[in-house]
């Protein structure tokens, strides 16, 4: 799958008014069409977007304030979409964390262009520092605050670190999908994962008098 069609499926990013939504998605298309012709993050400058969308610049600067913002959303757009928590229980709301990064990883082994554009982000300060705010720290933030929900509902013991909790969790599909990238991602991963870990954590009961 290529990143454009990545982009069709998703919809383009959810900004502006619904009758921007033909300029919006002209423009992201713009940046995946040069993006897959080889041109280089460093060279897409907003005239040369503008252009090869057939927008003004006005067009997008209305909706994005610079091109380091515009790229995350097109980055956005060929990744999974964030998941719907389920709101059962910790477990199945880890498991839908999960489930997305693992869902991720597949993508990105799949687009050698999408794995490409992910190595330009991290040489790129400025548009690194942007999808970490746009992106990774509200994830973050999300699973924190699951796994803060579970501790009180009693799912979780109660002398668990939560941040060191929530890289215990996050990390072994990292390892898969980052820093192992012949390393199966087989479906029912996340499950267990999330299971492997829950039982050493959950609270132990007290014995039977």
Same mark, same amino acid.
């Given at each position: 799958?290529?990143?454009?069609?990545?982009?069709? *499926?998703?919809?383009?990013?959810?900004? !502006?008014?619904?009758?921007?939504? @033909?300029?919006?998605?002209?423009?992201?298309?713009?940046?995946?069409?040069?993006?897959? /012709?080889?041109?280089?993050?460093?060279?897409?400058?907003? *005239?040369?977007?503008a252009r090869t969308a057939g927008v003004g610049k006005a067009t997008?600067?209305?909706? #994005?304030?610079?091109?380091?913002?515009?790229?995350? /959303?097109?980055?956005?757009?060929? *990744? +999974?979409?964030? +998941?719907?928590?389920?709101?059962?229980?910790?477990?199945?709301?880890?498991?839908?964390?999960?489930?997305?990064?693992?869902?991720? !990883?597949?993508?990105?082994?799949?687009? &050698?262009?999408? %794995?490409?554009?992910?190595?330009?982000?991290?040489?790129?300060?400025? &548009? #690194?520092? @942007?999808? %970490? @705010?746009?992106?990774?720290? +509200?994830?973050?933030?999300?699973?924190?605050?699951?796994?803060?929900?579970?501790?009180?509902?009693?799912?979780?013991?109660?002398?668990?670190?939560?941040? $060191? $909790?929530?890289?215990?969790?996050?990390?072994?599909?990292?390892?898969?999908? &980052?820093?192992?990238?012949?390393?199966?991602?087989?479906? !029912?991963?996340?499950e267990q994962i999330v299971d492997t870990l829950l039982a050493g954590l959950?609270?132990?009961?007290? +014995?039977?008098?």
């Amino acid at each position: 799958m290529s990143l454009a069609d990545s982009a069709a *499926e998703s919809g383009g990013p959810a900004r !502006g008014r619904p009758r921007s939504e @033909a300029a919006e998605r002209a423009i992201v298309e713009g940046v995946m069409k040069l993006l897959e /012709d080889g041109v280089p993050l460093a060279e897409l400058s907003i *005239e040369r977007i503008a252009r090869t969308a057939g927008v003004g610049k006005a067009t997008i600067y209305r909706r #994005w304030p610079g091109k380091e913002e515009l790229f995350v /959303d097109v980055v956005r757009c060929a *990744e +999974p979409a964030d +998941p719907e928590l389920p709101g059962t229980s910790m477990r199945d709301d880890l498991v839908a964390v999960l489930e997305q990064l693992r869902r991720r !990883g597949l993508v990105s082994r799949s687009s &050698v262009l999408l %794995h490409n554009v992910f190595a330009q982000m991290k040489s790129s300060p400025k &548009v #690194w520092k @942007a999808y %970490h @705010a746009a992106v990774v720290d +509200p994830r973050r933030r999300l699973q924190l605050e699951i796994l803060r929900r579970g501790q009180a509902a009693g799912e979780l013991r109660a002398d668990v670190d939560i941040d $060191l $909790l929530n890289d215990c969790f996050v990390g072994p599909m990292l390892v898969r999908t &980052v820093m192992r990238p012949d390393a199966e991602l087989p479906a !029912g991963l996340s499950e267990q994962i999330v299971d492997t870990l829950l039982a050493g954590l959950r609270p132990v009961s007290s +014995p039977s008098a």
